[in-house]
């Protein structure tokens, strides 16, 4: 018996963060929205996180200096980013998306797969993406693209290609004649260093990857080359994976130099931890577990761990639960690497440790 052919879904929120600052605040309807570092006029660091489709109509692009953004549209509107609230929102969309399906797989805080095999059909799977998309509008107040196709490379590359409020069905006839002409940049995985080697193969569009030998890719690319190209032929078994979220996150930082300078190392510590709570909140995750990993002079490695009562994402909670869980080191030998993971995460909206239940 032949098998039928998955029915599998990408969503992914339209200028998300911007989206959102629009809803909270509607007097910026239809106003470029620029989200990310404060441009300081035009002498600020930092990038761009996202922007208003407004804003884009000046090429304006996540990952781009703030600098050159506001050199582009000095009558914008920059916000900083309010990763709480993103979060918040976050969590209330993919609890909408998760009813529609036995398999869900949130990738992003934007982002998730379904599986909508059990749906029979692909005109019923596209019926279920207008009223997720339509009870995500009601209820969010935002718009969303979706993709359907018979795996996720498929679903994932069709979410964007009628961004913004997008709908695009792949039947599974027709995947290669839907990526051959897109650029080999709208496959994941192809960023800026592959996509130029890739360029300076001669190969601009997916069909062209495609159609590119084996030992070609592996001589320029290697086993990567060889994976993009089963991507660029629409080929992709993975399963969307119910529960899909991090199950930790990890920082760690090698020294340029052995050190035991206890300073030093503190400003470290402090470092990673924000990084890590960054992270959570980019994630709207929350953790119980802190672990400290320590490599000596030499490379004997430690690791200590410490758990929470309670759910928490503060970063001062995780700064001091880091401070406290490097102080039971023993410092008789100098230290080449540090490393702290958060695990035992979690997302949703439990009572949280605060700093004032973080009894001493
Ligand atoms: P994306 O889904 O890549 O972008 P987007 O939702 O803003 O826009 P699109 O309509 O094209 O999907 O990323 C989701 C959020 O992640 C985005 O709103 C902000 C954040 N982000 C960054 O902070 N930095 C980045 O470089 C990117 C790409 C995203
Ligand atoms: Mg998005």
């Not at 359907?148 to 994932?156: E, F, R």
């Not at 997008?166 to 800026?192: D, N, Q, Y």
Request: with cysteine; net charge positive; glycine share 10%.
């Amino acid at each position: 018996m032949v098998e039928k052919p998955r029915i599998i879904l990408h969503v992914d929120m339209d200028s998300f963060y911007a989206s959102v600052e629009v809803r909270e605040h509607p007097d910026l309807q239809g106003r470029p929205v620029i989200v990310g570092a404060d441009p300081k006029g035009g002498s600020g660091r930092g990038v761009v996180s996202t922007c208003s489709y407004e804003a884009r109509a000046f090429g304006i692009r996540s990952a781009m200096p703030i600098s050159e953004a506001y050199a582009r549209c000095p009558g914008a509107v920059y916000l900083r980013p309010d990763m709480r609230l993103y979060a918040r929102v976050s969590g209330e969309v993919m609890a909408i998306l998760r009813g529609y399906a036995g398999k869900f797989q949130q990738v992003s805080i934007d982002e998730a797969y379904l599986d909508l095999s059990r749906a029979g059909s692909l005109s019923a799977a596209a019926d279920l993406a207008r009223s997720m998309k339509s009870e995500i509008r009601r209820q969010e107040g935002l718009t969303c693209s979706v993709g359907i196709g018979p795996n996720k490379i498929v679903a994932k590359i069709a979410s964007d290609f009628q961004k913004p409020d997008g709908l695009t069905v792949v039947e599974p006839g027709r995947v290669r004649e839907f990526l051959a002409p897109l650029p080999v940049e709208k496959i994941p995985g192809v960023g800026k260093k592959t996509g130029a080697e890739l360029h300076r193969m001669g190969i601009a569009t997916i069909g062209q990857l495609a159609g590119c030998s084996v030992p070609q890719l592996l001589a320029s690319l290697g086993r990567h080359g060889v994976a993009l190209r089963e991507l660029a032929l629409g080929h992709d078994d993975r399963e969307v994976e119910q529960g899909g979220a991090a199950k930790s996150v990890s920082r760690e930082t090698t020294f340029p130099e052995d050190t035991d300078d206890a300073r030093f190392i503190a400003g470290v510590l402090d470092a990673l931890a924000d990084d890590l709570w960054r992270s959570l909140e980019e994630e709207g995750l929350r953790f119980r577990t802190l672990t400290v990993k320590v490599r000596y002079q030499g490379f004997a490695t430690h690791t200590r761990s410490r758990t929470l009562p309670r759910f928490s994402s503060d970063r001062e909670v995780i700064r001091r639960l880091a401070r406290e869980t490097f102080a039971g080191f023993p410092l008789h030998r100098k230290i080449r690497l540090i490393g702290l993971r958060l695990s035992a995460l979690d997302a949703d909206n439990t009572r949280q440790t605060s700093l004032e239940d973080f009894a001493p």
